[in-house]
Nanobody
Framework: QVQLVESGGGSVQVGRSLRLSCTVSGATYTNYRMGWFRQAPGKERDGVAVIYDGLRKTYYTDSARGRFTISQDNAKNTLYLQMNNLEPEDSAMYYC????????????????????WGQGTQVTVSS
């Protein structure tokens, strides 16, 4: 049973940075994918960034590309999301998730393709 615990959220002003962390325990596989997702009130949960292919490749949604960086520290069993130049539209609950089955590349950011989820960490960006 994979357990995921997020941390690092908070309230920041426009243009500032945050780094989210997700500690992973119980994962006995090496070839799984990890992702960051977010959900704002009244909206669906959307994919933000994914690390896959043995945690060697990354993929971002358009709004995150160039501002956010997903990375994994295997020694610490921790997934990160470095978020720079934050905008009010980035305000949401952020979740990390792990997926284990093989999927199509077009489904990498689909929350339905992920099996284990953390409890989330809130990010609020104010202008």
């Amino acid at each position: 049973q994979v357990q995921l615990v997020e941390s690092g959220g908070g309230s920041v002003q426009v243009g500032r940075s945050l780094r989210l962390s997700c500690t992973v325990s119980g994962a006995t596989y090496t070839n799984y994918r990890m992702g960051w997702f977010r959900q704002a009130p009244g909206k669906e949960r959307d994919g933000v960034a994914v690390i896959y292919d043995g945690l060697r490749k990354t993929y971002y949604t358009d709004s995150a590309r160039g501002r956010f960086t997903i990375s994994q520290d295997n020694a610490k069993n921790t997934l990160y999301l470095q978020m720079n130049n934050l905008e009010p539209e980035d305000s949401a609950m952020y979740y990390c998730a792990a997926g284990f089955a093989r999927i199509m590349l077009r489904d990498l950011l689909d929350p339905k393709k992920y099996d284990s989820w953390g409890q989330g960490t809130q990010v609020t960006v104010s202008s």
